[in-house]
């Protein structure tokens, strides 16, 4: 078999910061094509993630069975209809990060609604005038719900927007402050929150650790980079592959 040309090669390799290097990994697959209805009932509970090889599986809280939850997609404009039951030990809510939407959605706790109390659901309604790439998390008990793996991504998609030759490939980075024996260790400290932050000790993008992501040699591909870090930066690198920077959420 000849040879791609050295700028399009047949794997191309996604090389993102904060100590992540996708391309180094073991495994081959589309990474953020899994997607939920815009309605549809979401579930806090208990789960047990399993994140890295034979490592045991993280005893930690989530919004689905496996880590990241499945993408929530919605067309800008259209009725976005979700149901939060609350199956965890302490109430909860679903801020939508980003999005602008009628105050009484905003799932900031006494402030914008009651919070979502244990065996209890809220239904939030509304429809994101805006496209772009968000995410959901908890405001109650932010700094351990967020770190236990609460969290998700929301992708508003643009009708106009043009055709690429591949999915949508969502890259959520999270870092996981754990143990060998899948228990959580301290999910903030001062000199993490005097610095560039509290570093976990396994670094993941999409549940994966270093995982390798197969795009069409020669395509055009839009990359969503999410940092759903609720304790540090990253800095994403694409290295040797042509890029244009086309939309940043503050």
Same mark, same amino acid.
């Given at each position: 078999m000849a040879a791609a040309p050295a700028m399009w090669p047949t794997r191309r390799r996604v090389i993102l910061g904060a100590g992540l290097a996708l391309g180094g990994g073991l495994l081959g697959l589309r990474l953020g094509r899994a997607s939920a209805p815009a309605g549809q009932e979401i579930v806090a509970a208990e789960r047990r993630f399993?994140?890295?090889? #034979? @490592?045991?599986a993280i005893r930690g809280w989530g919004y689905g069975d496996a880590f990241p939850p499945p993408i929530v997609r919605v067309k800008r404009g259209e009725p976005l209809r979700v149901r939060l039951?609350?199956?965890?030990?302490?109430?909860?809510?679903?801020?939508?990060h980003g999005i602008r939407l009628p105050n009484l959605m905003d799932g900031v706790p006494y402030l914008t609604?009651?919070?979502v109390e244990p065996g209890a659901s809220f239904v939030y309604?509304?429809?994101?005038? #805006? @496209?772009?790439?968000?995410?959901?998390?908890?405001?109650?008990n932010s700094v351990e719900q967020m770190a236990r793996g609460l969290m998700g991504a929301l992708v508003v998609e643009n009708p106009d927007d043009p055709p690429f030759d591949a999915d949508d490939i969502v890259c959520l980075f999270r870092d996981w402050p754990v143990d060998g024996?899948?228990?959580?260790?301290?999910?903030?400290?001062d000199e993490g929150a005097g610095r560039a932050g509290t570093m976990g000790s396994l670094h993941?993008?999409?549940?994966v650790a270093q995982p390798v992501i197969d795009l069409p040699t020669g395509g055009l591909v839009r990359l969503r980079i999410l940092n759903l870090d609720n304790s540090r930066v990253i800095t994403a690198v694409l290295r040797d592959q042509p890029a244009r920077v086309i939309a940043i959420l503050p």
């Open positions: 399993a994140l890295s090889g #034979d @490592a045991p039951v609350n199956r965890l030990p302490e109430h909860t809510t679903i801020h939508w609604q009651p919070p309604d509304f429809r994101p005038p #805006d @496209a772009g790439t968000f995410w959901y998390h908890p405001h109650c024996a899948g228990g959580f260790t301290a999910f903030s400290t993941t993008v999409n549940g």
